[in-house]
């Protein structure tokens, strides 16, 4: 069954280290985003990219980055980790069929803590 | 700006009965998909239902159905027969603009259900 996975599903790390979380999905999905889920705030775009070399920057971009270099994977890199990056990390894909139908569909999460 | 609201931070529903949660939106745009997804304690994000702004009808899907006032700008979601299964937390989401190559969601703070037996 195709799907969207993430890895890792839990990581400690140190501030200033730079961290990468991997997000991969087989629907061959064009659009992949990444959201960032913090208490009172819902969920927040940090980045997304509607296809292959094309990424885009969302309402929490700042510190966070992302390269698109196939349709499967979009890896979201945190170049020095900040304490205000603790957080749980949602990668989604939807088909990107230019719908408003168009749903987008969630990985498991990966919850980040920066110590 | 769009936006999405929910007001109800928490709720509490009985077993097997109906629950609405509210949700109301702002945008200047005729064209928009609004959609409801569950989160569970286990965390993933659970897609449920969407409805587009044209349509005509509520959306439904099983117990799930959708009381879109498209005058008032809301979108509640409404749970039949709650189930203990239900209780988790509930966000409204709006797509910031349809067609094209956008594709963005705007997410509300979400709304916590327990369903008590």
């Known amino acids: 069954d195709a799907e969207i996975t993430q890895s890792p599903r839990h990581k400690i790390t140190e501030t200033g280290r730079q961290v990468t979380l991997a997000c991969h999905q087989t629907w061959n999905h064009n659009n992949m985003f990444w959201y960032r889920q913090d208490l009172g705030h819902g969920l927040r775009l940090i980045h997304y990219s509607y296809g292959v070399q094309d990424t885009n920057k969302g309402e929490v971009s700042d510190g966070y980055s992302v390269s698109r270099s196939n349709t499967e994977d979009l890896p979201l890199t945190l170049e020095s980790a900040a304490s205000s990056q603790t957080s749980v990390y949602f990668c989604?894909?939807?088909?990107?069929?230019?719908?408003?139908?168009?749903?987008?569909?969630f990985g498991p999460g990966t919850r980040l803590t920066v110590l | 700006a769009q936006k999405i609201t929910q007001t109800q931070p928490g709720m509490f529903v009985q077993e097997k009965e109906a629950v609405t949660l509210d949700c109301t939106y702002d945008t200047s745009d005729p064209s928009y998909g609004l959609f409801w997804y569950k989160q569970p304690s286990s965390g993933e994000m659970i897609f449920l239902i969407y409805?587009?702004?044209?349509?005509?009808q509520n959306a439904t899907e099983g117990r799930y159905s959708l009381n879109f006032q498209k005058a008032r700008k809301s979108a509640n979601l409404v749970i039949s027969a709650s189930q203990l299964g239900d209780s988790a937390m509930y966000f409204c989401a709006m797509r910031e603009r349809a067609g094209g190559a956008t594709n963005k969601l705007i997410f509300g703070t979400g709304t916590l259900l327990a369903v008590q037996p």
């Open positions: 409805q587009g702004s044209y349509d005509q």
């Open positions: 989604a894909s939807a088909q990107g069929e230019g719908r408003s139908s168009d749903t987008q569909y």
